[in-house]
């Protein structure tokens, strides 16, 4: 999808010399969170629509998710996340704001059901005798690495579980557009933003806080525009203020990001043809899984599978960087699953949101790889 957004941006990119000032603030220009707002309010249906005081501009959003980190915890608090998860966020919530995270296993029970959070109460109650402050609940939804959506349902539970609990709700809500179609996953959930719910019946509204980006959904991790949408607690958005000097992006990638979140025709196509073009690299690349007995978990989200190369190897002692230098050896990188706090080794994240050649011959590397002993 390179090829549509540059040509987008090399036709909309006009520039002023307000591009080289500070422009209107470190959180954003006026444009930017108008049009974020009018972006938000169509295709994230918020109960209640949303405006410019309700959102801070930064530059991608993990910068955004250490901006909660700085404003709803202190040094030495923690955060939950359930197993396994987005392998950065040790590092985002860790090296400067020194938040850590506290794991939360799942064992055979599904993540995404219902019955999933019992295991946050438990984990939860055994960090509360431990001594341990814990802060918030991290969601991912599109979920990365395991590329599944929350039902409305579970999302309902989890916002009763915060309020029962008193933690704030951080929804990394980054793959919501790149959701598609799956033929075996016919009842899968597909994207529902927290901002839908009446939020009031479950929770306190002004703990729960979105991020979202352009970095995923239209394939623009250079641009490095993210946001924090806090709807209903300005002092946090006040706090986020304070420190927008370390965080916002340059008014260039403003401007771009402005133009392209008002254009709705080309939003639409560029969403409807990204959306096909990952269920057919997905259909694609589990049939090579099929044909060649790789275990992997069905998805209809973001643009990675979740498989289990371990299962293929003779050895049943191999670790997860015993694969890994197999894949090396054939020139081939698939992100190991210790690295995203996966409960069981042999399980990979692989990305397949590539050229179908290029996909090709990376799953014919990676087959090489596996059954090279």
């Not at 005081?53 to 991608?60: E, L, P, Q, W």
């Not at 980006?213 to 706090?239: E, F, H, M």
């Not at 289990?308 to 990188?333: C, F, P, W």
Request: net charge neutral.
């Amino acid at each position: 999808m390179h090829a549509e957004m540059m040509e987008f941006v090399n036709s909309n990119a006009q520039f002023d010399a307000h591009v080289l000032t500070y422009g209107d603030g470190f959180s954003g220009s006026h444009r930017l969170k108008n049009a974020i707002c009018q972006f938000l309010n169509r295709y994230f249906n918020p109960q209640t629509a949303l405006y410019p005081c309700d959102i801070a501009v930064t530059s991608g959003v993990s910068n955004a998710l250490e901006c909660c980190a700085w404003a709803l915890a202190d040094a030495g608090d923690y955060i939950l996340v359930g197993r396994p998860y987005f392998n950065a966020f040790k590092t985002i919530f860790g090296t400067r704001p020194q938040i850590g995270l506290i794991e939360v296993a799942f064992g055979t029970t599904d993540p995404f059901s219902i019955a999933a959070i019992n295991e946050y109460e438990r984990t939860w109650a055994e960090a509360k005798r431990k001594g341990l402050q814990v802060k918030a609940l991290l969601l991912c939804s599109p979920h990365n690495p395991l590329g599944r959506c929350y039902s409305d349902d579970a999302l309902k539970e989890y916002m009763k579980f915060c309020s029962r609990n008193g933690l704030h709700l951080i929804s990394d809500e980054i793959y919501a557009q790149s959701v598609w179609e799956n033929p075996r996953l016919p009842d899968a959930p597909t994207f529902k933003s927290i901002l839908s719910f009446k939020i009031e019946e479950f929770m306190d509204p002004r703990m729960v806080h979105v991020v979202w980006g352009l970095s995923k959904d239209y394939g623009s991790t250079g641009l490095r525009i993210g946001c924090l949408i806090s709807k209903y607690n300005r002092k946090l958005l006040d706090a986020v203020e304070g420190i927008s000097l370390y965080n916002f992006p340059s008014s260039v990638a403003d401007r771009i990001a402005s133009s392209l979140l008002t254009d709705d025709r080309f939003l639409e196509e560029y969403t409807s043809t990204n959306r096909s073009r990952l269920a057919e690299s997905y259909q694609f690349a589990t049939r090579f899984l099929q044909a060649h007995n790789i275990p992997y978990v069905e998805c209809n989200a973001a643009f990675f599978i979740w498989l289990n190369l371990g299962a293929l190897m003779k050895s049943r002692t191999a670790t997860d960087q015993d694969i890994l230098a197999r894949l090396r050896q054939e020139k081939v990188y698939i992100a190991p699953g210790t690295i995203y706090a996966a409960e069981e080794t042999g399980w990979f994240r692989m990305v397949f949101a590539h050229p179908p050649h290029v996909l090709k011959e990376g799953l014919s590397r990676m087959i090489r790889a596996v059954r090279s002993d």
